[in-house]
């Protein structure tokens, strides 16, 4: 019997994301603590990531790493826990789009989880 190995998530909520300097320094960080996925909307507010990995310690140091970038109003959402499904994206994507943001999270089957995290659906 194979064991898919367990998926990861999480999901940060900051005012803003808007230094291309900083976001560059995000990536490089998931690049190295193995987190296999990384969605960012930039471009004003808000700003958010979301980040998938299948290692957990990877991903919660990641977390660290974002918030020592001290952006204004960051806020971990959603801390790194256990996922339903499997992880299909790997790599860094970006939109500038809260509506498209939703849209990617809907297609994961997390839409419900995003937007009770961000607030903008009761539990």
Same mark, same amino acid.
């Given at each position: 019997?194979? *064991?898919?190995?367990? %998926?990861?998530?999480? %999901?940060? *909520?900051?005012?803003?994301?808007? /230094?291309? &300097? @900083?976001?560059?320094?995000?990536?490089?960080?998931?690049?190295?603590?193995?987190?296999?996925? %990384?969605?960012? *909307? /930039?471009?004003?507010?808000?700003?958010?990531?979301? $980040?998938?990995? #299948?290692?957990?310690?990877? %991903?919660?140091?990641?977390?660290?790493?974002?918030? $020592?970038?001290?952006? @204004?109003?960051?806020?971990?959402?959603? &801390?790194?826990?256990? $996922?339903?499904?499997?992880?299909?994206?790997?790599?860094?994507?970006?939109?500038? /789009?809260? *509506?498209?943001?939703? #849209?990617?999270?809907?297609?994961?089957?997390?839409?419900?989880?995003? &937007?009770? $995290?961000?607030?903008?659906?009761?539990?």
């Amino acid at each position: 019997m194979s *064991r898919t190995p367990s %998926l990861f998530n999480c %999901l940060i *909520r900051t005012h803003h994301i808007t /230094s291309r &300097k @900083k976001l560059s320094r995000v990536r490089r960080a998931a690049q190295q603590l193995n987190v296999d996925w %990384l969605y960012v *909307r /930039s471009g004003g507010s808000p700003g958010i990531m979301f $980040a998938e990995g #299948r290692d957990e310690a990877g %991903l919660t140091e990641w977390v660290s790493t974002v918030q $020592a970038l001290r952006y @204004k109003d960051f806020k971990c959402v959603a &801390k790194p826990a256990r $996922a339903e499904g499997v992880g299909s994206k790997t790599g860094f994507d970006e939109t500038e /789009s809260v *509506r498209e943001f939703g #849209r990617v999270m809907d297609e994961k089957g997390l839409g419900g989880w995003w &937007k009770r $995290a961000m607030g903008y659906e009761g539990e």
